[in-house]
């Protein structure tokens, strides 16, 4: 599994157990840990942050619209 399939999934894990569309990096993290993620958590930020997130500067060859940034640490589901 990708790390971006692995994020996906633990999002929608994340906000399933919220009443609003918001997360941080924080949740995604410790949601990869525990279910043994393989992927570092500096390679964790850099896709919440930047390559998965549409609102990002452009500074990556393949980004996906995934997650919008509505302020500093939290972002949301982009549906």
Same mark, same amino acid.
């Given at each position: 599994?990708? +790390?971006?399939? @692995? /994020? $996906?999934? +633990?999002?929608? @894990? /994340? $906000?399933?157990?919220?009443?609003?569309?918001?997360?941080?990096?924080?949740?995604?993290?410790?949601?990869?840990?525990?279910?043994?993620t393989?992927?570092?958590?500096?390679?964790?930020?850099?896709?919440?942050t930047?390559?998965?997130?549409?609102?990002?500067?452009?500074?990556?060859?393949?980004?996906?619209?995934?997650?919008?940034?509505?302020?500093?640490?939290i972002?949301?589901?982009?549906?």
């Amino acid at each position: 599994m990708t +790390c971006r399939n @692995e /994020i $996906l999934k +633990c999002v929608k @894990e /994340i $906000l399933n157990q919220k009443s609003n569309n918001e997360f941080t990096i924080q949740e995604v993290i410790d949601c990869m840990r525990s279910k043994g993620t393989k992927y570092k958590e500096s390679g964790i930020r850099t896709h919440v942050t930047s390559r998965l997130c549409s609102n990002a500067p452009d500074n990556h060859a393949v980004t996906y619209p995934d997650f919008v940034r509505t302020d500093r640490g939290i972002y949301r589901l982009n549906k």
